[in-house]
Each structure stands twice: as structure tokens, then as C-alpha cells.
């Protein structure tokens, strides 16, 4: 059976100045469906670079990332664009809302690039939001919730297209140790009973412990991994 | 239309600074439609000049006269269906400050030549039997609250004296751009009396007016007018009306360039503010715009949110410049007399450029927004810190 993610020989450098200074080198790892993923490193380690690069929001400098059959780094500007908005859903750790929009309409945000009606758009909304536990908080704006709050709407947003492939750069990084533990547990949930494959970009070894696997990364390589 | 509560929501994020952008765009609007409908105010003589019209005068100024003898060898030209002449009077009604154009006009004449003066067969008899008739715009009738039978005195200045009429007809436009603010009276009530009193300024003319048979003939009618009276002590130079009051504007040319580069400068002015304010809207969303791109928006459709938040806040804008130009322009026109400008109106013209400003401005303040946030990577712009 082939692997939902294929990560083959990946390299990455940026130029600053004239200068080149590589990131990630030489990576290969396989990613299952369903799996919980948590990238562990210290900073300046290209963990984040390497979820950039899996969820196709940076190119690699070489080497593949295939996504359920799909090379990444070969789709155009808009393919790739479109390929986002179908197969990843994206937590940040500043939530990153749109401070202007309610709950609802930050959460239906991605449905707008769809073709979705109005009473099919709003009925995925509640569901997304009914899931993150925050049904009754529709009509607010993010600065009428706590972090946590803000948080779990970014997940809604996340999930509100239903994609295979959620990837979170520390989700939990802005949060109390009690909303972090909630927003752990949503994720668990979103990975055990709707089968959503995470891969979590974190600092915080009892965040990586609610992953399935840890994979540590030093200086743009692969160092090991542990369950 | 489905990015459009988002456009709106962008539009007023700032409101303050949204509704001084508006205030100023609809500002910027109005001072252009005000300059716009002057300048298309003065040019109204021109667009109403009647092509089959042609304007004989002094070749060295129109300030100058005619003989009255040349009428008959000008009727004579072949192509020319009907002649008449005319002196400007000048004088004062009540006060100075009363501007509007009074001719001494050839009574039998005058308004075969200028049909689009509508006036009821009755008056037009009238005028033309009594010495001392005269005949008046419906505008200056409505400005002066006069009516038929009401006296008129006017205090002369380049023919000094008192003048006493007694109105006998009103006069209506037939068409929009036609100036009903002229007073008109017989040119042999003047003759007669510069006669008595100035026996040397008599028989003269201002300036004839003839009606042709075919307007592609006008050159050359003017020519052979203008041959007729080569060499003699008052040379013509004969042109179409309109023509004629090209070169009556061109005096006021450089006032009227001034006011042309004003309001083109008013709109260059009020597309920088914008696209300052779009400039600073897309700088501070930078990040946003990062966010947007994850999730699946692509450059294109950011690109029609950010132009669509610039159409936005200029439409708003021109449309209350819009509105307020409309009252604007009534309350200049009740302002100035009414003889400075016969016709002072928001042309479809000025509408139109207007209009194309407005777009023009929300289109060009968009361009530069629009290239940082497509030029932006989603990583650089995720660090984006504002």
C-alpha cells in the first residue's frame, strides 16, 4: 500500500545576501494515513521548514514531497494554491484569524473557494465548530475569546473542508498548560475518530507525547525517531 | 459576490480612515465636477453654434464695426439664405453687477437667422413694429421676474445715455445648451438716436450674421465674403459661429488651461491618497494575506479582494461627490449671474468623466497593493511582523 506522504532525498537552502544557508538535508520519511506525527527540534532545526514544505506553502530546493500521488513541487502556483485548499488544513500558533470575521465566517473562510450553497457552507460551519466543542460562540469575534477559544476555531477552520492532512506548527506554543491540554485532546480526537493524519511541528515534549511517532530534527537532519 | 462580505469588511476595518478616505475621494470628486462643468460652461456657445451659421466681422477685431452698407453685397453671395446683423450694447440694468448679453438686433432679421430662439408669432410682430420693443431670454425673465408689457431701462455706457424698452416678447430655448439670458432689441431705435447724438458713430453694424445653404460651403462663402471688402477701409474676416466663438473663448484660454490641470491634478492628488491608504491597509494585512494563501486562496482572488476593497471605498466616495455636485453646482449657478453663464449645468460629459475618474482612481490605487501581496512569498509573509 503506498504512503499517504513520501518524503524522498528532500533538501532545502535559502540565500541571504549572496550567501546560501542550507536548512534541511537530505530527508526521507514515509507518512501513513492516519498517522500523528510530532517534528521535535531545537530552533534554527528546519522543522518548520519542513512542514512548510509538506503542506506545500514553500518549495523544495531538492528533492520530492508526493502527496497521495501527487509531486507537490511540480504544481503551478495556482494547482498548488487549490491543492491546499483540498488536502491541508493548516494550525498556527497564533491562530492567526481574521479579527474583522465571527467565528462562523473565519471558519468559512476556505469554503468560499468552494462550490459549495450557502445551506450546505453553513451546516459543514457548524458541524466544524459543534466538533471543536465552540457551537454556541459562532457570532463571536476573535477578541471575545480566550486563546484557547481562538485556537480551536483555527482547528474548526482547519477541518471545515474535511481534509486528509492537518499540519500544526505549535499549536499549543500560546497557551496555558489547561487550554494546551484541550487543544491536545481535540487533536487526539480529530486523529482516533475522524482519522484526520497530523503532523505537529513542537517544542514541548508532553505536546509530542500525545503523538503517535517523534521524529527529532538538528541542524536540517534527520536525527531519529521514537514512538 | 462571495468575496464580497469580505471586501466590505476589509473596506471598514479601519473606519476612521476609511471615512476620511471617502470624505476625501468624495471632496476630490466634487471640486472636479465643479471645475469640469465651468470649463464645459464656457465652451457651451461653441457646442451650441448652428454649423450653417456664419459670423462676419471686423478683420482687425470685432470690437470694430461694420458699414451697414455691405449687407446688401453679403446677401448677395451665393449659398447665403438669410442675413442679419447685430451691435452689442453693452449698458447697465439696475446694477453692474447684472451681467447678460443686449444686442441691438435687426428686428425683421434676427430670429430667421436664429431659429432655435423660439418666440409666439404675436410677440415677434410686436417687436418688430414698436420702436422701443425688445425681447428677452425666458432665463432672464425668471431671473429678473419679468413679463410682457413690464419696462426695461438700461443705462448705456459705449452708447451713453438712458435707454427705455418695454418688453414684448419673451423668448424660449429650443434646446439645452441654447442661451435664453439675451436681451434683444430693434438696432434702428439705436440708429435713430446715435444719429441725433452721434452722428459719426452711425450705420454701423457690430457683426453679421447669415444662414447658408449648405454648411460644407462655409469656407468658401466666408472667402468670397471676405474678397468683396479686400482693400477697403473695413476689411472682414468672416467664419463659421462656432469658429467665432472658439476665438471669443481663446482670450480666456489660459484660465480655462488652468482650470483643466487643476482638476486632473485634483484627481492625481485624491489616487495617491487612496493608494496610500491601500498601500498601508495591504502592508499591515500582510500576514493575512500569507494566511489566505495557505488556505487555498490564490493570487488572482487575493488580488480581486484587494481591488475590490479599493473599488470599494472610490465608488463610495464618488457617489457622495456625486450627490453632493448636483446641489453644488445649482447653488453656483443661483450664485452667479445668470448672463456669465447662459447654461451652467453638469454636462453628460463631465458625468462621464466623473465616473471613469472614480474607477480609474480605485483601479490605479489597487496596483501596487496588489504587487506586494502577489510578490510576497507565504513564508516571508507569515514572519511578516507589521
Redesign the interface.
Known amino acids: 500500500m503506498p504512503h499517504l506522504i513520501e518524503i524522498k532525498a528532500l533538501a532545502k537552502s535559502y540565500w541571504r545576501d549572496g550567501f546560501e544557508i542550507p536548512v534541511l538535508n537530505n530527508i526521507n520519511i514515509n507518512v501513513e494515513k492516519g498517522d500523528y506525527l510530532a517534528l521535535m527540534g531545537p530552533s534554527g532545526s528546519g522543522k518548520s521548514t519542513l512542514l512548510?514544505l509538506i503542506?506545500g506553502?514553500?518549495r523544495p530546493s531538492k528533492g520530492e514531497v508526493v502527496v497521495d500521488g501527487t509531486n507537490i513541487a511540480k504544481l503551478g502556483?495556482?494547482e498548488l494554491?487549490?491543492w491546499?485548499?483540498?488536502n491541508?488544513g493548516?494550525i498556527?500558533q497564533f491562530y492567526?484569524l481574521?479579527?474583522?470575521?465571527t467565528a462562523y465566517?473565519n471558519v468559512g473562510?476556505?469554503l468560499?473557494?468552494t462550490k459549495l450553497g450557502k445551506a450546505e457552507q453553513k451546516k459543514h460551519i457548524e458541524t466544524a465548530l459543534s466538533i471543536v466543542g465552540l457551537g454556541d460562540r459562532m457570532k463571536h469575534y476573535p477578541k471575545q475569546l480566550s486563546g484557547g477559544q481562538e485556537q480551536r476555531v483555527a482547528i474548526a477552520?482547519a477541518i471545515v473542508t474535511d481534509p486528509q492532512i492537518l499540519v500544526a506548527d505549535e499549536p499549543t506554543g500560546d497557551l496555558d498548560r489547561n487550554s494546551a491540554e484541550e487543544i491536545l485532546t481535540l487533536m487526539k480526537r480529530l486523529n482516533e475518530e475522524f482519522g484526520k493524519t497530523i503532523i505537529m511541528v513542537t517544542h514541548d515534549p508532553h505536546a509530542a507525547e500525545s503523538a503517535k511517532k517523534t521524529l527529532n530534527l538538528e541542524k536540517g537532519d534527520l536525527i531519529g525517531s521514537s514512538k | 459576490m462571495?468575496?464580497l462580505?469580505?471586501i466590505l469588511?476589509?473596506a471598514f476595518?479601519h473606519k476612521v480612515r476609511a471615512t476620511l478616505t471617502i470624505i476625501g475621494i468624495a471632496v476630490a470628486v466634487t471640486a472636479f465636477g465643479v471645475l469640469r462643468t465651468v470649463v464645459t460652461a464656457w465652451y457651451v456657445g461653441v457646442d451650441a453654434a448652428a454649423s450653417n451659421r456664419l459670423i462676419t466681422r471686423q478683420a482687425i477685431s470685432f470690437i470694430f464695426p461694420l458699414p451697414y452698407a455691405y449687407k446688401e453685397k453679403i446677401a448677395a453671395v451665393p449659398g447665403i439664405e438669410a442675413i442679419s446683423f447685430m451691435n452689442w450694447f453693452g449698458g447697465v440694468y439696475l446694477d453692474k453687477k447684472n451681467f447678460f448679453a443686449r444686442m441691438a438686433v435687426d428686428a425683421e432679421t434676427a430670429f430667421d437667422v436664429y431659429p432655435e430662439f423660439l418666440i409666439a408669432p404675436d410677440q415677434l410682430a410686436t417687436f418688430k413694429a414698436e420702436r422701443n420693443a425688445c425681447v428677452i431670454g425666458a432665463e432672464l425673465a425668471k431671473q429678473y421676474n419679468l413679463k410682457i408689457g413690464d419696462p426695461m431701462s438700461l443705462d448705456g455706457d459705449i452708447y451713453p445715455g438712458r435707454w427705455d424698452f418695454v418688453i414684448r416678447g419673451i423668448y424660449t430655448p429650443k434646446f439645452d445648451n441654447t442661451d435664453a439670458t439675451q436681451m434683444f432689441f430693434q438696432w434702428n431705435y439705436l440708429n435713430e438716436r446715435i444719429l441725433q447724438d452721434m452722428p459719426q458713430r452711425a450705420n454701423d453694424v457690430g457683426w453679421y450674421v447669415t444662414r447658408i445653404t449648405n454648411p460644407d460651403d462655409a469656407a468658401t462663402i466666408s472667402s468670397q465674403i471676405d474678397e468683396l471688402f479686400m482693400n477697403s477701409s473695413a476689411e472682414t474676416k468672416s467664419e463659421t459661429e462656432g469658429e467665432f466663438t472658439r476665438g471669443f473663448i481663446s482670450a480666456s484660454g489660459a484660465i480655462l488651461g488652468a482650470m483643466n490641470f487643476m482638476s486632473f491634478t485634483i484627481v492625481a492628488i485624491i489616487m495617491l491618497v487612496l493608494a496610500n491608504t491601500m498601500m498601508m491597509s495591504a502592508r499591515e494585512r500582510t500576514?493575512?494575506y500569507a494566511?489566505?494563501?495557505?488556505?487555498?486562496?490564490?493570487?488572482?482572488?487575493i488580488s480581486w479582494l484587494i481591488l475590490g476593497e479599493s473599488l470599494v471605498l472610490s465608488i463610495l466616495g464618488g457617489a457622495l461627490g456625486l450627490l453632493l455636485t448636483a446641489p453644488l453646482v445649482k447653488g453656483f449657478a443661483a450664485a452667479v449671474p445668470k448672463g456669465w453663464f447662459p447654461v451652467f449645468k453638469i454636462e453628460p460629459i463631465t458625468m462621464a468623466l466623473l465616473i471613469a475618474a472614480v474607477i480609474f482612481i480605485g483601479l490605479a490605487s489597487a496596483i501596487f497593493p496588489i504587487r506586494r501581496a502577489a510578490s510576497t512569498?507565504?513564508?516571508d509573509g507569515m514572519r511578516f511582523m507589521g
Open positions: 512548510n503542506a506553502i514553500d502556483e495556482s494554491a487549490r491546499r485548499a483540498n491541508i493548516f498556527f492567526n481574521i479579527p474583522v470575521l465566517d473562510l476556505p468560499l473557494l477552520r | 462571495k468575496f462580505k469580505l469588511k476589509n476595518r500576514r493575512e494566511i489566505l494563501k495557505t488556505l487555498g486562496f490564490s493570487v488572482p482572488q512569498s507565504i513564508v
